[in-house]
């Protein structure tokens, strides 16, 4: 009886090791002033995705010739486009495609250079010389070059670009999961493991993949900002969103043209990438401190 | 209770020969110790007899059946082993509880919590310990999980990869009396690696001392205090503790 009565509270409290550390990252992010910084802008950037509708004081598409390239002021804050669109409004709906962006970049890019990683570095062998070397046909290509070919070929759309954008980003995280697969590869933790008679694909999923997902995390929120970057320099050629999309990279591209006489066409969106890739960058750099177990775990 | 046999085990490394040929007996319920200088084989001895590594000749049996021919399970469920570093044989991202409760989920055991708490309390840990980390242990306490998670697929033998020499001497005799008492009760056969002739003397009936990967002279305990081995590099080993020993 004594062991029901002990097993009974250990299921509800299982979670709690989770929430605990969650709850540290968080706090431990917010203490360091350059990644409270990044939290900060992120948290900007998600509400205005969020509440981009409450927030925009003008329709993002609604064109008025009337009022083409009006210099910032009461009536639109951050100034008005060729075309009249207020860009206040503007950068709040760019926002959501940013988000669109990297989200869809990172569910993609993340598992796929895990999985690639890891198998690469538990294996060894041929199995490691076969996935390596695909990844080096990736890497051998600058990143941008690389997608701007895919785009190219699946034809200029966000999505594509999305797409693109995943199959050029995923090398350098399976060569990092590999690094730090081979690490661990040997660790006495692993052959116990073995010895317990676990599959390859369990010790895979349960012994390595936990090693490897805090510096998988950090290189992906690094990553992010050289998404963003690429996304934008999709835009910027064309070979992204499409008009009339509100994209940042696009719109700098369209406003290029006026950056002469009208220099807030350019520099809002420009400011919106620089604070969103730095925030992201920062970020990562916070998180490389607080994903320490030590850290994770502390009560 | 399960006897082993290793009969000509034989591993090279590329042009290396770890082992030559190696082979012995353990009674089914003896304590057998493995001793010699660094680097003359005696982990890798036990790291063939467990197939963590596979490509070796010769044989292993216990209870008179070839391991290598055992299904992985039933394997599992025959031979354990506790390794040096309790620093590094636990997981550090693993609660205990994922530790204990992984070796059951793996061979579909019921009866978790149960089985869990059993294992702590075999190796003298409260259960409250389920949820820590190991980070959150002091090295004995490590070796107590390491055992408690070797222990709880219930096997018939135990390899001990110098399971002390990590940690301070009086935790030391914590971990040793712990294995002691297990054995006791549980009637284990112990294959025993260690570079410490007071740890094989405490522990063991018999030892083989090694040297480059062959095994110089079998001897009981009893041989110890009184230097009755005949091969020289025994003596030499023996001595050499003996002097050591009366100079503390």
Known sequence: MTDTSRARPAPRRRPRPGLIAARNILVYLAKAPTSAFGLLVLALLILAAVFAPLLATHDPYAQNLTTTLQPPGAAHFFGTDELGRDIYSRLLFGARITLTIIFLVTIVVGPIGLLVGTVAGYFGGRTDTVLMRVTDIFLSFPSLILSMA?????????????????????????????????????????????????????????????????SVLIRLTLNMATVILTAAGLGFLGLGAQPPLPEWG???????????????????????????????????????????????TRR | MKALSVEKMSIRFGSVTVLPEVSFEVAAGECFGLVGESGSGKSTVLRCASLLLSSWQGEVRIGGVPVREMPLMERCRTLQMVFQDPYGSL????????????????????????????????????????????????????????????????PAVLLLDEPTSALDVSVQAEILNLLARLREERSFTYLMVSHDLAVIDHMCDRFAVMQAGEIVEVLPRDAIPSNQADAPYARELIGASLTYERAL
């Open chain 1, 150 to 214: 895919f785009v190219a070929a699946l034809g200029p759309s966000l999505n594509n670009a999305i797409i693109a954008i995943s199959l050029t980003a995923w090398p350098p995280i399976a060569r990092l999961a590999r690094a730090e697969t081979m690490i661990f590869r040997q660790a006495d933790y692993i052959a116990a493991a073995r010895l317990q008679g676990a599959s390859n694909a369990r010790i895979i999923w349960r012994s390595i993949v936990p090693m490897c997902l805090p």
């Open chain 1, 250 to 296: 696009a719109m700098i591209a369209t406003g290029r043209r006026y950056m002469i006489d009208s220099w807030w066409l350019v520099t809002f969106p420009g400011l919106a990438i620089l604070s969103v890739s730095l925030a992201f960058n920062l970020l990562g750099d916070g998180l490389r401190d607080a994903l320490d177990p030590k850290q994770m």
């Open chain 2, 91 to 154: 997981h550090p991202r693993h609660s205990i509880r994922s530790v204990l409760s992984e070796p059951l989920r793996i061979h579909g055991l019921d009866d978790r919590e149960a089985r869990m708490a059993q294992a702590l309390e075999d190796v003298g840990l409260p259960p409250d310990f389920l949820d820590r980390y190991p980070h959150q242990l002091s090295g004995g306490q490590r070796q107590r999980v390491a055992i408690a998670r070797a222990l709880i697929l219930e």
